[in-house]
């Protein structure tokens, strides 16, 4: 039992709401999406393509207004262009998500509209190569901060996000592209899945009991499961249905539905590991030689 | 220059508290009774800039009391200040980190980054705020508010390594007068956060006072995270690659 001040945490714990998991959702989505849609164009195969960068666009685009409902000042949203912060990852994805945005935007008006050919491809590219990136450096903002199950998560946190972009981006172009053309978006969504889950698995064993603690107690234990229910579901229903459109429209939605409580579960994880005065003193205490 | 905060001779009298609140304009943080002992204040926090703790122990001769005046440590490492994005956190000329209340945006990244719980946001203002160890009057060659009030001088203020020298006198005193437990909390430059501008003598155990007895500055690990996710960034571009490509059969 560790000493701790009336049982007050000793961290603040995060102000984030829930317009910032389901960022880390969206952004992570659009981030595979458009890495997606550019394999797809190289490869030939349109309707792919095409709905990969329509998904990026719309995952870029539900990004923008959740990360400016979130600040205190939605006013003062343009002062994270006032410096770029190698130090801080938000200022990082600030920079990351201005050239990425755009070019999604860009490369699916062309899409839809047939305008600007040139330029929609150019932008295609550039959102494609960027996309990795987008869908990563949101698990370096969490893990960057003083929060136990985020900071010593840090090791495994870029691939559980990585993993589950990848499931989300490659479930919605399964459930939006003709089966005939989906098998690339299948084998994505399974790979995600799968990427995902042991990713998780490898994560909340490396914690450890006391710091792992959040994602086996309370909330975020409860939203880690549901997670895993649908993302094993949706891997399952997307290896199982693979010629008919049901199936994959299902499998999609199980899928994005596990990466987005996935994003929730971790959230929640963080927001509980704070509050408890001993999972930060411990493993500090832990380190230190006794006196 | 920093605080040099010895709770050996702090009293629990909250002057400092007071004063810091009437000199910044603090708003009110709530009229509680926390039933925590005197201290009906609770932690530090967006209008708490000063926090009194007062910790009851059994001990054998009855109850010892220990009362602490806490405040934002200054960091020499500040990891508020390096995940701040819009530059609103900054070092000023006296060593010492204070927000711009005219800039931060209120995004909340240095909230959870700070490793003892200071700086919080305002829910009805939207923006951070924690202790400015009085910049404006530190550069009218003014003592911070909370210095000037402490009637015991438990609040010293100064520069940071004249400040260090007293307080190793002031341990080596109380060594000698048999005093259990005391010890230096923030003074070691070789610590996690490369020592604090507001350092403690503290006489039992930083847990007991709510502070952390190991803090870290989080962005000391930065460059690793970058390349962790610079990794899985590459195996998605790999997964991706490998899904278009490799699975077409011919």
Redesign the interface.
């Known amino acids: 039992m560790?000493?701790?001040?009336?049982g007050?945490?000793?961290?603040?714990?995060?102000?984030?709401e829930w317009y910032i998991p389901a960022y880390f959702f969206c952004g992570g989505t659009a981030?595979?999406s458009a890495?997606?849609a550019l394999?797809?164009r190289?490869?030939g195969?349109r309707p792919l393509a095409r709905s990969a960068t329509l998904a990026a666009a719309a995952g870029v685009t539900a990004s923008f207004p959740l990360l400016v409902a979130?600040?205190?000042?939605?006013g003062?949203?343009l002062?994270?262009l006032?410096?770029f912060?190698p130090?801080?990852?938000?200022?990082v994805g600030?920079w990351l998500l201005a050239e990425f945005g755009p070019a999604a935007g860009i490369a699916a008006a062309s899409e839809v509209t047939g305008l600007l050919p040139r330029l929609g491809r150019w932008s295609g590219t550039a959102a494609g190569l960027l996309?990795?990136?987008v869908?990563?450096?949101t698990?370096?903002?969490v893990?960057?901060?003083?929060?136990p199950a985020?900071?010593d998560a840090?090791?495994h946190l870029?691939?559980v996000?990585?993993g589950s972009?990848?499931a989300a981006g490659?479930g919605l172009a399964l459930a939006a592209t003709p089966a005939a053309h989906a098998?690339?978006?299948r084998?994505?969504a399974v790979?995600?899945a799968a990427?995902e889950l042991a990713a998780t698995a490898a994560m909340e064993h490396g914690l450890g009991d006391e710091t792992g603690a959040p994602y086996r107690t309370g909330r975020a234990a409860g939203l880690a499961r549901a997670a895993r229910a649908a993302t094993v579901a949706g891997a399952a229903l997307a290896l199982a249905g693979r010629r008919r459109r049901a199936p994959a429209v299902a499998a999609g939605a199980l899928l994005a539905a596990g990466s987005l409580l996935t994003r929730f579960a971790v959230a929640a994880a963080?927001h509980q590991s704070?509050l408890d005065?001993a999972a930060?003193?411990g493993p500090?205490?832990a380190?230190?030689p006794s006196? | 220059m920093g605080f040099f905060t010895d709770t050996s001779v702090c009293i629990g009298c909250k002057a400092c508290e007071v004063a810091c609140k009437e000199w910044n304009g603090v708003p009110s943080d709530g009229l509680d009774f926390l039933g925590s002992s005197y201290d009906n204040t609770g932690a530090l926090g967006a209008s708490t800039w000063r926090h009194v703790a007062f910790v009851e122990q059994q001990v054998d001769t009855g109850v010892r009391w220990l009362m602490s005046s806490d405040v934002c440590k200054h960091c020499t490492h500040a990891a508020c200040l390096d995940v701040c994005p819009t530059g609103a956190l900054f070092r000023t000329e006296f060593e010492t980190v204070v927000v711009q209340s005219d800039v931060c945006n209120g995004c909340g990244y240095c909230v959870p980054a700070c490793p003892f719980g200071v700086i919080d946001r305002r829910e009805d203002d939207g923006r951070v705020w924690k202790c400015t160890l009085c910049y404006d009057r530190l550069k009218s060659d003014l003592t911070p508010a909370c210095a000037k009030a402490c009637p015991t001088e438990s609040i010293q203020f100064g520069p940071v390594d004249e400040l260090g020298e007293r307080a190793a006198r002031r341990l080596g005193t109380l060594a000698s007068a048999g005093v259990p437990g005391a010890r230096l909390y923030g003074a070691d430059e070789g610590d996690g956060v490369g020592g604090t501008g507001a350092f403690f003598l503290l006489l039992d155990q930083p847990e007991v006072y709510g502070l952390p007895p190991d803090p870290v500055v989080t962005t000391r690990d930065l460059p690793a995270m970058w390349r962790t996710a610079a990794a899985a960034a590459v195996t998605l571009a790999g997964v991706v690659v490998a899904a278009v490509f490799g699975g077409r059969r011919r």
């Open positions: 560790t000493d701790s001040y009336y007050r945490p000793v961290l603040k714990a995060p102000v984030w981030g595979a890495t997606l394999a797809a190289r490869a195969n979130d600040l205190g000042r939605p003062r949203f002062n994270m006032r410096v912060k130090t801080s990852p938000m200022s600030t996309g990795p990136a869908s990563t450096y698990a370096v903002l893990a960057d901060t003083a929060v985020w900071h840090r090791h870029p691939f996000f990585a972009s990848a490659g098998g690339p978006a084998r994505l790979a995600g990427l963080g704070a005065p930060t003193v500090q205490r380190r230190l006196t």
